[in-house]
C-alpha cells in the first residue's frame, strides 16, 4: 500500500473490528483511541453525548485511511496551539 506509515490494521487485536458496520478492507487501526476526542465537539467526527459523556462508538472517522493527512493537520494544530497557550 502506498503511503503505509498512514495505514495500520490489526487482525489479532481481541477487539477487531471495533466497528463491525465497516468494511474490514479499509479499516484503519492506526488510530485506534482517536486523538481528537478532546477537541469535543470539533473534533470532525459523528458523536453523541450520553449523560454529558461523549461517545464515539458510531463514528468511523479515524478509521478510515484517508481521513489520516486531516487527523495529523488537526493534532498540528492542537500542539501549534499549545505552544502559544499561556499558563498561569
Known amino acids: 500500500m502506498e ?3 498512514k ?3 490489526n487482525h ?3 477487539y477487531f473490528p471495533c466497528h463491525p458496520q465497516l468494511n474490514d478492507d479499509g ?3 492506526l488510530f485506534c483511541y482517536c486523538p481528537l476526542y478532546g477537541l469535543g465537539d470539533k473534533c470532525g467526527g459523528s458523536f453523541e453525548y450520553a449523560k454529558n459523556i461523549k461517545v464515539c462508538m458510531g463514528c ?3 478509521h478510515i485511511p484517508e481521513n489520516y493527512d486531516i ?3 488537526k493534532l498540528k494544530e ?3 496551539r499549545g505552544q502559544n497557550a499561556e499558563f498561569e
Do not use: E, G, L
Open 3 to 5: 503511503n503505509n506509515h
Open 7 to 9: 495505514y495500520f490494521k
Open 12 to 14: 489479532k487485536c481481541k
Open 27 to 29: 479499516f484503519n487501526c
Open 78 to 80: 492542537i500542539n501549534k
Open 71 to 73: 487527523i495529523v493537520a
Open 60 to 62: 468511523h472517522f479515524p
